[in-house]
């Protein structure tokens, strides 16, 4: 399959004091652009891509922290420390 590259023109505008660049909206739309963009400096020239929030989501945390090696045997140690037998109000 040949990967088709779509070129257009834009020109670089003044914005205040700094110059910015304006995106098609059906462009923003298309990839689900909203409010900030990452730039990256590649070989190949200057790479837009869309901001990828770091918090993740309770399916991301679980699929990572199964992918961990992590060592839980201390844990079992919670498990017999007596506490659920005792009398504790649960109101």
């Given at each position: 399959m040949e990967k088709h590259i779509r070129a257009r023109d834009i020109k670089i505008v003044p914005i205040g004091n700094s110059l910015g660049v304006r995106l098609p909206k059906?462009?923003?739309?298309?990839?689900?652009?909203t409010d900030s963009l990452v730039l990256e400096e590649t070989d190949q020239g200057l790479?837009?891509?869309?901001?990828?929030?770091?918090?993740?989501?309770?399916?991301?945390?679980?699929k990572a922290m199964a992918n961990e090696d992590e060592d839980w045997s201390d844990y079992e140690s919670t498990l017999i420390d007596g506490l659920e037998d005792d009398d504790v109000d649960k109101s």
């Open positions: 059906n462009l923003l739309q298309k990839y689900g652009l790479l837009l891509r869309k901001k990828h929030d770091d918090k993740l989501s309770w399916g991301e945390t679980y």
